[in-house]
């Protein structure tokens, strides 16, 4: 569970194995990361955290849930072809869970896919690197999705909900440069 520190001024972040016990998760010793640098706030209707600890838009995300454990874990592709041609797999085995789309917050193109654990892998490629000297945190109003990520799980109503935040989004032109990594070039 992550909460903004009484003074606004920082992230408390309090961890649980069984969702009903926590206690203050604790950086390492000499960790120290500014505050604005440390998080970016996702549309706070979905009062999402997103954390990270180097160029990457973010390392990790917090989201307020119904359940307890983990949402899924995310994979980034070298090429789009690479990610192409897991999206055709997944589809083959029948284990596609949210569509092919590109997320708000970081530009990822992605999909994701249910493990035999159970949980899901993101799996995506061209997301974007942030400067700490430079990144200033911003609110996504937006929703997730620029397009796609259609999500099998949601009800009638909420896909309806995620594809009216989507059209809204194409209406009012939003986009996102693509990241092309120098590998890719050659």
């Known amino acids: 569970m992550a909460a903004k520190e009484e003074d606004g001024k920082g992230l408390k972040v309090d961890a649980s194995v069984d969702g009903k016990t926590f206690a203050a998760a604790r950086f390492p010793k000499n960790f120290k990361v500014e505050h604005q640098q440390a998080y970016t706030v996702m549309d706070s209707s979905t009062h999402a955290v997103f954390l990270h ?4 838009h973010h390392s990790i995300a917090l989201f307020e849930a119904d359940a ?23 589809i083959e085995r029948g284990v ?4 092919l789309g590109r997320h708000t917050n970081d530009h990822m193109m ?40 259609e999500r099998s799980w949601l009800s009638a109503e909420k896909r309806a909900e995620a594809r009216a935040l989507r059209l809204q989004a194409a209406a009012d032109g939003l986009r996102a440069p693509v990241h092309v990594s120098p590998e890719e070039l050659d």
């Open 53 to 56: 600890v180097n160029a990457r």
């Open 68 to 90: 307890v454990g983990l949402h899924h874990l995310m994979i980034e592709a070298v090429s789009i072809d690479d990610l192409g041609r897991a999206y055709d797999a997944a």
């Open 96 to 99: 596609v869970r949210v569509t």
């Open 110 to 149: 992605s999909f994701y896919a249910t493990s035999p654990s159970g949980f899901m892998v993101e799996v995506g490629w061209g997301g974007r690197s942030i400067d700490d000297a430079t990144w200033k945190v911003e609110e996504m109003v937006h929703g997730p999705s620029i397009w796609g990520h």
